[in-house]
């Protein structure tokens, strides 16, 4: 029980005890040190909360009762059963030693999916914690070594579709008007706003294929910018494209927040500067990995 002078670490450590008692096994010994009933001693978990806070009564057994308090030289010392819980806790108990000193002292033990663990595993505790989903395809335009974090949350954010457009504003009840203020022409939505506004698409991503002598660039859909990034391409290979596809999308959400906030509409040519500048920064910073070592010449070309 946690009180008001306890460290806030503390009391954070407290509240993961009802996560963490189901990996903690205790073993009887002597049963001196085990809690008969906030102890995962038995297959039922902490008897207090199999039986019901009810139990220390029904069952004439002290709430700070340990295990050796419940047993004698003959055997346990139970009433009758006088439920479904407490029976199947009688057939357990009928069919196991009681402790005795010659076993020695009690002794605990983490257990991962019914494994023992030669004391505490955090990375398997945490694969059960935190199971690991199925791969997507994505991942790697998103997540790679080398991305800018800030750049890559906002790729993240973009591509799960949860930016806060005009659109999803509106359809969570604010009374907005959902037209793009970049060009004032659509409702403002993700894949318009970031891939086929015209600010976006004849201004900053024209001038993106223009510098790696690419086709004009047109995504149709979102997975068409995915898949973008993705492609082999010597002059262009995907690690650029990363780079490339996360600072504009970074630019331009930070364009449509300053027009929407503070009102200041900046030219695309001087966004694209600014792209230019930030990609420029980041092959820097990483020259010496090898992926990026070409990158600056390919991007300067």
Request: proline share 5%.
């Amino acid at each position: 029980m946690s009180v008001a002078s306890d460290s806030w670490n503390w009391r954070c450590l407290l509240r993961l005890r009802d996560l963490a008692e189901s990996f903690v096994k205790c073993n009887i010994g002597n049963g001196r040190a085990a809690s008969f009933w906030f102890d995962n001693w038995t297959p039922f978990g902490p008897l207090i909360k199999f039986v019901g806070t009810d139990g220390p009564r029904a069952l004439r057994i002290p709430i700070n009762a340990k295990v050796s308090d419940a047993c004698n030289s003959v055997g346990w010392i139970l009433p009758s059963p006088r439920s479904d819980h407490v029976m199947r806790l009688h057939v357990y108990l009928t069919n196991i030693n009681r402790p005795t000193d010659d076993k020695g002292t009690d002794s605990y033990e983490w257990m991962v999916e019914n494994k023992i663990c030669d004391g505490f595993s955090a990375r398997r505790t945490w694969s059960v914690l935190r199971p690991r989903a199925n791969l997507v395809d994505w991942s790697s335009s998103v997540w790679f070594k080398g991305a800018t974090p800030r750049h890559a949350f906002n790729m993240w954010t973009a591509n799960l579709d949860r930016l806060p457009t005009k659109s999803r504003l509106a359809a969570w009840g604010v009374q907005i008007n959902t037209t793009c203020g970049l060009c004032s022409l659509l409702p403002e939505t993700r894949d318009h706003l970031l891939l086929t506004c015209d600010y976006a698409l004849y201004f900053i991503w024209n001038a993106v294929s223009s510098r790696l002598h690419l086709p004009q660039i047109v995504f149709g859909s979102w997975s068409d910018l995915i898949s973008w990034t993705r492609v082999l391409n010597v002059r262009s290979p995907p690690t650029l494209r990363k780079i490339i596809a996360q600072a504009v999308i970074y630019a331009i959400w930070k364009q449509r927040n300053n027009l929407h906030h503070n009102q200041i509409y900046v030219l695309p040519s001087v966004i694209f500067k600014d792209i230019d500048r930030v990609i420029k920064n980041s092959i820097t910073a990483r020259r010496l990995n090898k992926r990026f070592r070409l990158l600056m010449s390919l991007w300067l070309h």
